[in-house]
């Protein structure tokens, strides 16, 4: 009998049951449970299958999302023939987070005007710099198939000095809703010596905030029309500086410029990208002119047959800084949003190798294999030597809650499922998760965040340590009232001992000189007055690269080879959570009597 059939077995009976529903939703339980089985290599390819159709399932309908969209498109065509600028759908479309970027090909394809495709591209542009300034969204027809657009970086989020006193939440709070040292601090920005006190730019590749840049977006047929030299050159005309309109920013250039080729290439990455190098040299000083910061081309993915989703496009980008030489660290990921993801942490340390992204309901989840340089582990001899995965999740959200929360994990956790290497998700893996938010909109209690991330993380413990995940790495910037600035946080959870999860939370901070942002360890948590947290990126430059060995690492596998026991000092961590769970069953007992 086939035990990776048979209804005895329990993915066979399982299988049944998926078999037998009267629709996908009422299987979902099942296929959850298919999804987490492991441990006989009958069950890996199903359970595979499993994971990924419920990845997919996650993410609304693929119809759905192209009608709302093309509906969204003719809303702004008939906003721009009336002049009236009402857009609300389109902003509420956005800032519901609905993926579209895997449908925006098929979306083009299927449009029969260029004023639709114009405004399909013009929704695209407006989910990419959701979180910028928009205005000016300008259309160039009668064939060009060309979109303009004006943009800033909003003022990054504020923070204070390394000497100032963060005992506690209630410090944080304190500092940051008292009027008066804020006005200071404010005063002090003024002054050259201390102009970077309040704000560490962590804007779009370093460019300036409040600078009016300009973005274009041309559509091409095939990628051979870019060599179209006079074509090029009027393309180059939309940027104010290549026609000496504008002048070129001192700080370096900053605009932007999107090519959208149609044709779909069954070429290697790399021959690609040094197709799109080659065509792009010849124009390299006219880019220059125009003050172009950065090109990325982007290009349709032929879909696979068997699949019943539509691939991501393939993006390839270009920077000012290399001499428009692409930079394959950031290949097939949003440049505006590249920032975000901190992948410069990843490069002194770790040799990088892309897994591939996923797209999910609240985001993105780029995945890395990342493997310790030479020159990192003569430093650290004591490292782990093996590759291991560095996941890093990016979700724009409006407001921060315990579900929304929830549902980044699980679809990040997916993703790193979907993907794991055929060896296994190994060790030492680390999971980034960063809540991109409209900043000014959010109000938090950095208390009820951590205990929300600290709750959900027990909840999914199981499953974090399966996929072999060492630490989950959170980064929410919010305002802690509707009248304070914002500010960074970064929560760090670690489970050492397999029994207690640990958190660390950091603010970031500016350092002594005022010119670097650093972590400060915020005291009075449930993890320092624990004594389980190991502070280890207290000073530590936010820009940082991740250490191949954390502290006490040595110790603990130390510790449980020669005596299967624990580390001594993750002791009174185990013992916080017996007196936890006494407190607990004598209440739901009634009380300490019973």
Known sequence: ?????????????????????????????????????????????????????????????????????????????????????????????????????????????????????????EIYARKLYRTHVLKDFERKGDGERTLKFSFMSKPSERVFSASTPVTSMTDLTRIMSRPGSMNALADMAKTDSERNLLNVQRGDDGAPPLTQRTGVVKIYSKLADIADESSFDKLLTSFPQYTDTAPRCATGAINVLYLVVMESSAAAEEDVSAKCEELLQPHRYALEKADVRRVSFVFAVQADAEANEYPMPALYTYRSQLEFKEDSLFRNIEPSVAYHLDLTRLAKNFSVRSLGSRQTSTGHVHLYVATPRPQALEKEKKANKAPRIFARALSFVLDFSSASFERMLVDALNALDVNVPAGGPGSDNHLFINLVSDYERVVLDPVVVEQVIVSILKRHSERVSRLGIAEVETRLVCCLSDDSPPISLRMVASNPTGYVHVMNTYVEAADESGSDAVFRLIGGTKASLACSGDSSWEGMKVSSPYPLIRPFDAQRKAALRSSDTLYCYDLPALFEAAVEKQWADASEKGGIEG
């Open 1 to 121: 009998v086939d035990t990776a059939t048979s209804a005895s077995s329990p993915v066979g009976k399982r299988l049944s049951v998926v078999a037998g529903s009267g629709s996908l939703s009422e299987a979902l339980p099942c296929l959850s449970d298919i999804g987490s089985m492991g441990g006989n290599a009958h069950y890996v390819s199903v359970a595979l299958k499993a994971r990924k159709l419920l990845l997919q399932e996650s993410l609304p309908s693929i119809e759905q999302r192209k009608t709302r969209a093309f509906a969204l498109a003719t809303v702004l065509n008939e906003a721009l023939e009336n002049g009236s600028g009402d857009i609300k759908n389109v902003q509420e479309f956005i800032d519901e987070n609905v993926p579209i970027a895997d449908i925006l090909f098929p979306m083009l394809e299927k449009s029969s005007e260029e004023s639709e495709e114009m405004a399909l591209l």
